[in-house]
C-alpha cells in the first residue's frame, strides 16, 4: 500500500487504473482520500480497481469473450467508468492474441464517444482497432522488456505518455495525459 500512496502523492493523477489489484486496497482512501472501486474478477484474488481524487461514483463492468478450449483461464471483465464525459475501460486482458483482440473490439462496441482503455492488454505487435488510435508510451512496461500495458483513445488526444518506475508489481505504471480532440 505504500507504494501506491507514494506514486499517488508524487504524480498526482485524476484517474488511477489498477489491474491484478487485491481488495484490501479498499482502504487506499484512509491514506489519500478520494474514491476507490474494487471490481472482483470470477476465480481470482485479484480483480480490477480505480481511484481518484474526484467523485466519480460506481463504475460497472462489462464480460470480455473467452476462450473456447479446455483449460482455459477463468472469464475477464473491463471496468468501465465515466469521468468528464470520458469513457475509461480499465483492463486486464487474456494472453491469446486473437482472443484479445476480441476483447478489445468487444469494449469498442459497449463504449461510445471520447474512450479510453487503459491497462494490461497482453497484447504484443501492433494493435488496430476501428476509430481507435494507440498514444501510449512505447517504451517496455513489463519486467522482461515488453511493452504489455497500452492506452487505446476515441475521440481523444494525448499530450504526454511514459513509463514511470516500477514498484513491487511485474509491471511498469504507466502514465497519459489526455485531451479531448
Given amino acids: 500500500m505504500g507504494d501506491l500512496v507514494a506514486l499517488i502523492e508524487a504524480e498526482r493523477p485524476d484517474l488511477l487504473l489498477m489491474q491484478e489489484a487485491k481488495q484490501p486496497l479498499e482502504a487506499l482512501p484512509h491514506f489519500v482520500g478520494g474514491t476507490f472501486h474494487w471490481q ?3 476465480r481470482r484474488v485479484y480483480g480490477l480497481a480505480f481511484w481518484s481524487p474526484h467523485d466519480l461514483g460506481e463504475a ?26 470520458i469513457s475509461f475501460a480499465n483492463v486486464h486482458l487474456s494472453h491469446g492474441q486473437m482472443l484479445n483482440r476480441r476483447q478489445l473490439l468487444t469494449i469498442a462496441q459497449a463504449t461510445s464517444g471520447p474512450t479510453a482503455i487503459i491497462g494490461d492488454c497482453n497484447a504484443v505487435g501492433r494493435i488496430i482497432l476501428p476509430d481507435f488510435t494507440e498514444v501510449g508510451p512505447l517504451d517496455p512496461t513489463h519486467k522482461l522488456r515488453t511493452r504489455l500495458d497500452r492506452c487505446l483513445v476515441r475521440g481523444l488526444g494525448c499530450t504526454a505518455a511514459r513509463v514511470l518506475a516500477r514498484g513491487p508489481s511485474d509491471h511498469h505504471p504507466i502514465e497519459v495525459h489526455l485531451t479531448r480532440r
Avoid: C, N, T
Fill in 60 to 85: 460497472h463492468s462489462i464480460p470480455l469473450p473467452v476462450s473456447p478450449l479446455p483449460l482455459r483461464v477463468p472469464p475477464r471483465l473491463a471496468q468501465l467508468l465515466k469521468f468528464d464525459g
Fill in 40 to 42: 472482483e474478477m470470477q
